[in-house]
């Protein structure tokens, strides 16, 4: 179990679009579609931006997007607003029931 | 609302054990897989354990497999982690978390919803 492998940081001005990367291998990211993606703002708890590679929990707005090439999932944050800006890490099932979390991407909003 | 309290942490010594406890409400505890997940001062998350909803499915974490144990109590909506054989390393704000309603299955294993507040454990000697 090796942590998925995420850029440290990422940036955008309000309205443009910025998109994350997530890389595993064939035994997690590449062999499933079971990647999730979490929002955790300074001092709060996670919450679930997108689950199943690419689906939105209800209230979760559809400026944020999720797919999946390979072994490398990615996010993807439309029409940037300053709400954004926060860590995100990616997550997915590696097989004999455990998961993996990405190292963690700080998005800057400029 | 779904309400996951967090209780057990503090300071130990290296070597040494702790139990963490959840307490849970707000929802069908039974229905829910469950985790626990940690955080490092300064650090990115790391998932350390779960459970499936009967207690079926449980897996580990490389780092803790062999000296913590994830439990359930679906009578008393309880989640439980028992650290034995502490370590520097496990120095960290310990989650409880349960598992996302997707369409078709309640509290999925596969993906985390709501997060307690934490516990924090101190391994230091």
């Known amino acids: 179990q090796s942590a998925l492998t995420q850029p440290p940081s990422a940036s955008g001005s309000p309205g443009q679009s910025v998109t994350i990367s997530c890389t595993g291998t064939s035994s997690d990211v590449g062999g499933y579609n079971y990647v999730s993606w979490y929002q955790q703002h300074p001092g709060k708890a996670p919450k679930v931006k997108i689950y199943?590679?690419?689906k939105r929990p209800s209230g979760v707005p559809d400026r944020f997007s999720g797919s999946k090439s390979g072994n490398t999932a990615s996010l993807t944050v439309s029409g940037l607003q300053a709400e954004d800006e926060a860590d995100y890490y990616c997550s997915s099932y590696a097989g004999s029931n455990n998961l993996v979390f990405g190292g963690g991407t700080k998005l800057t909003v400029l | 609302e779904v309400q996951l309290v967090e209780s057990g942490g503090g300071l130990v010594q290296p070597g040494r054990s702790l139990r963490l406890s959840c307490a849970a409400s707000g929802f069908t505890f039974d229905d829910y897989a469950m985790h626990w997940v940690r955080q490092a001062p300064g650090k990115g998350l790391e998932w350390v354990s779960g459970i499936s909803w009967n207690s079926a499915t449980i897996g580990y974490a490389d780092s803790v497999k062999g000296r913590f144990t994830i439990s359930r109590d679906n009578a008393k909506n309880s989640l439980h982690l028992q650290m034995n054989s502490l370590r520097a390393e496990d120095t960290a704000l310990y989650y409880c978390?349960?598992?996302?309603?997707?369409?078709?299955?309640?509290?999925?294993?596969?993906?985390?919803?709501?997060w307690g507040r934490g516990t924090t454990v101190t391994v230091s000697s």
């Open positions: 199943e590679v690419s």
């Open positions: 978390v349960n598992g996302l309603t997707v369409p078709g299955t309640l509290g999925s294993y596969y993906y985390m919803d709501v």
